[in-house]
Protein backbone atom coordinates (compact mmCIF):
# COMPACT_ATOMS: atom_id res chain seq x y z
CA UNK A 1 0.00 0.00 0.00
CA UNK A 2 1.43 3.98 -0.76
CA UNK A 3 1.24 6.60 1.86
CA UNK A 4 -1.03 9.03 0.67
CA UNK A 5 0.30 12.24 -0.38
CA UNK A 6 -0.16 13.54 3.24
CA UNK A 7 -4.19 14.01 2.61
CA UNK A 8 -5.26 10.79 3.51
CA UNK A 9 -3.67 7.66 3.29
CA UNK A 10 -5.57 5.45 0.65
CA UNK A 11 -5.98 2.62 3.34
CA UNK A 12 -9.06 5.07 4.62
CA UNK A 13 -10.83 5.40 1.89
CA UNK A 14 -13.56 2.39 0.31
CA UNK A 15 -12.07 -0.84 -0.68
CA UNK A 16 -13.06 -0.69 -3.96
CA UNK A 17 -10.95 -1.20 -7.04
CA UNK A 18 -12.44 0.26 -9.73
CA UNK A 19 -11.96 -1.65 -12.93
CA UNK A 20 -10.59 0.89 -15.83
CA UNK A 21 -12.09 -1.44 -18.08
CA UNK A 22 -11.23 1.13 -21.93
CA UNK A 23 -8.80 1.02 -24.45
CA UNK A 24 -8.58 4.79 -24.37
CA UNK A 25 -5.65 6.17 -21.67
CA UNK A 26 -7.70 9.68 -21.85
CA UNK A 27 -10.38 8.06 -21.03
CA UNK A 28 -9.15 5.81 -18.46
CA UNK A 29 -6.98 8.60 -16.64
CA UNK A 30 -10.17 11.15 -16.91
CA UNK A 31 -12.31 8.14 -14.38
CA UNK A 32 -8.84 7.58 -12.53
CA UNK A 33 -9.17 11.64 -11.46
CA UNK A 34 -12.92 11.31 -10.58
CA UNK A 35 -12.82 8.01 -8.73
CA UNK A 36 -9.58 8.57 -6.98
CA UNK A 37 -10.52 10.55 -4.11
CA UNK A 38 -13.16 7.84 -3.16
CA UNK A 39 -11.75 4.56 -3.49
CA UNK A 40 -8.74 2.37 -2.26
CA UNK A 41 -7.69 0.99 -6.19
CA UNK A 42 -7.32 1.22 -9.48
CA UNK A 43 -7.68 -2.26 -11.76
CA UNK A 44 -6.11 -2.12 -15.35
CA UNK A 45 -6.53 -4.70 -17.10
CA UNK A 46 -5.86 -6.22 -20.12
CA UNK A 47 -8.04 -3.97 -22.85
CA UNK A 48 -5.63 -0.39 -21.35
CA UNK A 49 -2.69 -2.94 -20.52
CA UNK A 50 -3.05 -3.61 -24.78
CA UNK A 51 -3.62 -0.89 -26.12
CA UNK A 52 -1.47 1.52 -24.44
CA UNK A 53 1.28 -0.38 -22.54
CA UNK A 54 3.40 0.04 -18.95
CA UNK A 55 3.30 3.58 -19.87
CA UNK A 56 -0.25 4.12 -19.42
CA UNK A 57 -0.18 2.93 -16.07
CA UNK A 58 2.41 5.04 -15.09
CA UNK A 59 0.31 8.04 -16.19
CA UNK A 60 -2.96 6.25 -14.38
CA UNK A 61 -0.55 6.48 -10.89
CA UNK A 62 0.65 9.88 -11.51
CA UNK A 63 -3.39 10.76 -11.90
CA UNK A 64 -4.39 9.09 -8.42
CA UNK A 65 -3.00 8.26 -5.41
CA UNK A 66 -4.38 4.89 -5.37
CA UNK A 67 -3.12 1.34 -5.12
CA UNK A 68 -2.45 -0.37 -8.72
CA UNK A 69 -4.23 -3.76 -9.44
CA UNK A 70 -2.38 -4.82 -12.65
CA UNK A 71 -4.98 -7.01 -13.97
CA UNK A 72 -3.31 -8.98 -16.64
CA UNK A 73 -4.33 -12.79 -15.55
CA UNK A 74 -1.14 -14.52 -16.44
CA UNK A 75 -0.99 -18.18 -17.47
CA UNK A 76 1.98 -19.47 -18.90
CA UNK A 77 4.43 -22.14 -18.70
CA UNK A 78 6.38 -21.16 -15.31
CA UNK A 79 9.47 -19.58 -16.98
CA UNK A 80 7.36 -17.00 -19.02
CA UNK A 81 5.56 -16.15 -16.09
CA UNK A 82 8.32 -15.41 -14.03
CA UNK A 83 9.41 -13.03 -16.90
CA UNK A 84 6.37 -11.28 -17.71
CA UNK A 85 5.97 -10.42 -13.42
CA UNK A 86 9.57 -9.31 -13.67
CA UNK A 87 8.89 -6.93 -16.72
CA UNK A 88 6.62 -5.28 -15.00
CA UNK A 89 8.56 -4.92 -11.73
CA UNK A 90 9.21 -1.39 -12.58
CA UNK A 91 5.52 -0.36 -12.15
CA UNK A 92 5.66 -2.40 -8.42
CA UNK A 93 1.83 -3.31 -8.84
CA UNK A 94 0.60 -3.88 -5.39
CA UNK A 95 -1.44 -6.70 -6.75
CA UNK A 96 -0.56 -8.89 -9.62
CA UNK A 97 -2.96 -11.36 -11.33
CA UNK A 98 -2.57 -14.78 -12.60
CA UNK A 99 -4.72 -17.80 -13.29
CA UNK A 100 -4.61 -20.34 -10.52
CA UNK A 101 -5.76 -22.58 -13.35
CA UNK A 102 -1.63 -22.58 -14.59
CA UNK A 103 -0.76 -24.79 -11.14
CA UNK A 104 1.45 -24.03 -8.32
CA UNK A 105 4.65 -23.81 -10.06
CA UNK A 106 3.52 -20.93 -12.02
CA UNK A 107 1.92 -18.98 -9.15
CA UNK A 108 5.44 -19.65 -6.95
CA UNK A 109 7.46 -18.26 -10.33
CA UNK A 110 5.67 -14.87 -10.01
CA UNK A 111 5.75 -15.04 -6.40
CA UNK A 112 9.65 -15.33 -6.67
CA UNK A 113 9.60 -13.21 -9.20
CA UNK A 114 7.77 -10.18 -7.48
CA UNK A 115 7.75 -10.69 -3.86
CA UNK A 116 7.12 -6.73 -2.62
CA UNK A 117 3.80 -7.38 -4.81
CA UNK A 118 0.65 -9.36 -3.54
CA UNK A 119 0.26 -12.42 -6.34
CA UNK A 120 -3.19 -12.35 -7.08
CA UNK A 121 -4.64 -15.54 -8.04
CA UNK A 122 -7.97 -15.71 -10.04
CA UNK A 123 -9.94 -18.76 -9.47
CA UNK A 124 -13.09 -18.79 -11.80
CA UNK A 125 -14.21 -16.21 -13.75
CA UNK A 126 -17.26 -14.68 -12.41
CA UNK A 127 -18.82 -14.38 -15.79
CA UNK A 128 -19.02 -18.28 -15.72
CA UNK A 129 -22.16 -19.92 -14.61
CA UNK A 130 -22.23 -23.74 -13.38
CA UNK A 131 -23.36 -24.82 -17.11
CA UNK A 132 -20.51 -22.78 -18.77
CA UNK A 133 -18.13 -24.92 -16.33
CA UNK A 134 -19.67 -28.25 -17.09
CA UNK A 135 -18.98 -27.36 -20.39
CA UNK A 136 -15.50 -26.93 -20.17
CA UNK A 137 -14.86 -29.70 -18.23
CA UNK A 138 -15.32 -28.38 -14.62
CA UNK A 139 -17.52 -30.54 -13.11
CA UNK A 140 -19.91 -30.09 -10.19
CA UNK A 141 -20.70 -27.03 -7.52
CA UNK A 142 -18.62 -23.82 -8.71
CA UNK A 143 -17.30 -23.46 -5.49
CA UNK A 144 -15.83 -26.70 -5.17
CA UNK A 145 -13.76 -25.49 -7.93
CA UNK A 146 -13.18 -21.85 -6.76
CA UNK A 147 -11.67 -23.67 -3.18
CA UNK A 148 -9.84 -26.11 -4.75
CA UNK A 149 -7.96 -23.83 -6.75
CA UNK A 150 -7.71 -20.63 -4.18
CA UNK A 151 -5.83 -23.67 -1.33
CA UNK A 152 -3.81 -24.42 -4.38
CA UNK A 153 -2.75 -21.17 -5.46
CA UNK A 154 -2.18 -19.59 -1.65
CA UNK A 155 0.00 -23.11 -0.95
CA UNK A 156 2.35 -21.72 -3.77
CA UNK A 157 2.65 -18.05 -2.60
CA UNK A 158 -0.73 -16.17 -3.99
CA UNK A 159 -1.72 -13.46 -1.40
CA UNK A 160 -4.70 -12.70 -2.73
CA UNK A 161 -7.20 -14.26 -4.06
CA UNK A 162 -10.22 -13.08 -6.66
CA UNK A 163 -13.41 -15.59 -6.20
CA UNK A 164 -16.88 -14.17 -6.54
CA UNK A 165 -19.33 -12.74 -3.74
CA UNK A 166 -21.10 -15.94 -3.50
CA UNK A 167 -17.58 -18.34 -3.17
CA UNK A 168 -16.04 -15.60 -0.63
CA UNK A 169 -17.49 -16.80 2.61
CA UNK A 170 -15.96 -20.56 1.75
CA UNK A 171 -13.25 -19.23 0.65
CA UNK A 172 -12.17 -17.57 4.13
CA UNK A 173 -12.97 -20.37 5.66
CA UNK A 174 -10.50 -22.57 3.44
CA UNK A 175 -7.59 -19.61 3.21
CA UNK A 176 -7.54 -18.01 6.84
CA UNK A 177 -7.60 -14.71 7.75
CA UNK A 178 -4.49 -13.28 6.19
CA UNK A 179 -5.34 -13.48 2.54
CA UNK A 180 -6.58 -10.71 0.93
CA UNK A 181 -10.27 -11.86 -1.15
CA UNK A 182 -10.99 -9.74 -3.87
CA UNK A 183 -14.62 -9.79 -5.38
CA UNK A 184 -15.86 -9.02 -8.99
CA UNK A 185 -19.30 -9.76 -10.06
CA UNK A 186 -20.19 -6.70 -7.89
CA UNK A 187 -23.37 -4.70 -8.31
CA UNK A 188 -25.49 -2.52 -6.87
CA UNK A 189 -28.75 -3.47 -6.30
CA UNK A 190 -30.44 -1.04 -8.83
CA UNK A 191 -27.89 -2.61 -11.89
CA UNK A 192 -28.18 -4.52 -14.22
CA UNK A 193 -25.38 -8.03 -14.30
CA UNK A 194 -24.28 -7.11 -17.57
CA UNK A 195 -22.10 -10.28 -18.69
CA UNK A 196 -21.72 -11.27 -14.67
CA UNK A 197 -22.65 -14.46 -13.88
CA UNK A 198 -22.35 -14.94 -10.12
CA UNK A 199 -23.39 -11.29 -8.72
CA UNK A 200 -24.38 -9.89 -5.13
CA UNK A 201 -24.01 -6.07 -4.13
CA UNK A 202 -20.55 -4.73 -2.34
CA UNK A 203 -22.49 -4.54 0.90
CA UNK A 204 -22.90 -8.09 1.17
CA UNK A 205 -19.77 -8.78 -0.56
CA UNK A 206 -17.98 -7.09 2.07
CA UNK A 207 -19.88 -8.18 5.34
CA UNK A 208 -19.51 -12.33 3.89
CA UNK A 209 -15.82 -11.92 3.90
CA UNK A 210 -14.69 -9.68 0.84
CA UNK A 211 -11.28 -6.77 1.77
CA UNK A 212 -11.63 -5.23 -1.74
CA UNK A 213 -14.72 -5.08 -4.08
CA UNK A 214 -14.06 -5.00 -7.88
CA UNK A 215 -16.34 -2.18 -9.23
CA UNK A 216 -16.26 -1.49 -13.20
CA UNK A 217 -19.15 -0.98 -15.61
CA UNK A 218 -21.50 0.37 -12.69
CA UNK A 219 -19.27 3.36 -11.77
CA UNK A 220 -17.49 4.03 -15.09
CA UNK A 221 -20.30 3.51 -17.00
CA UNK A 222 -22.34 6.21 -14.87
CA UNK A 223 -23.35 9.76 -16.27
CA UNK A 224 -20.48 11.07 -13.01
CA UNK A 225 -17.81 8.07 -12.17
CA UNK A 226 -17.26 10.33 -9.22
CA UNK A 227 -20.64 10.62 -7.87
CA UNK A 228 -20.94 6.38 -8.78
CA UNK A 229 -18.38 5.74 -6.51
CA UNK A 230 -18.78 8.28 -3.99
CA UNK A 231 -22.33 6.48 -3.75
CA UNK A 232 -20.98 2.73 -3.56
CA UNK A 233 -18.04 3.67 -1.23
CA UNK A 234 -20.77 5.67 1.41
CA UNK A 235 -22.80 2.16 1.44
CA UNK A 236 -19.77 0.40 2.70
CA UNK A 237 -18.36 -0.01 5.97
CA UNK A 238 -14.47 -0.49 6.90
CA UNK A 239 -11.46 0.15 4.94
CA UNK A 240 -9.12 -1.67 2.42
CA UNK A 241 -7.13 -4.69 4.21
O1 LIG B 1 -17.67 -4.01 -15.27
P1 LIG B 1 -17.50 -5.06 -14.23
O2 LIG B 1 -17.83 -4.59 -12.83
O3 LIG B 1 -18.22 -6.36 -14.59
O4 LIG B 1 -15.93 -5.38 -14.25
C1 LIG B 1 -15.38 -6.45 -13.55
C2 LIG B 1 -13.91 -6.45 -13.72
O5 LIG B 1 -13.37 -7.53 -12.94
C3 LIG B 1 -13.41 -6.66 -15.13
O6 LIG B 1 -12.27 -5.84 -15.28
C4 LIG B 1 -13.03 -8.13 -15.19
O7 LIG B 1 -11.93 -8.35 -16.05
C5 LIG B 1 -12.61 -8.38 -13.75
N1 LIG B 1 -12.72 -9.77 -13.29
C6 LIG B 1 -13.91 -10.48 -13.30
N2 LIG B 1 -13.95 -11.77 -12.86
C7 LIG B 1 -12.84 -12.34 -12.39
C8 LIG B 1 -11.64 -11.63 -12.36
C9 LIG B 1 -11.62 -10.32 -12.81
O8 LIG B 1 -14.94 -9.93 -13.69
N3 LIG B 1 -12.91 -13.58 -11.91
Avoid: N
Amino acid sequence: MRAGCGVEDVSDRAPIAVALDTGDLATATRWALAVGPHVSTLKVGLELFCAEGPGAVEKIRAAADADLFLDLKLHDIPATVSGAARSVSMLAPDYLTVHAGGGAAMIEAAAEALPSTRITAVTILTSLSAADLDQIGIAGPPEQAVVRLAEIAVGAGARAVVCSPQEVTMVRGAVGPDITLITPGVRPAAAGHDDQARVATPERAIADGADVVVIGRPITGAADPGEAAAAIAASLPGRAR
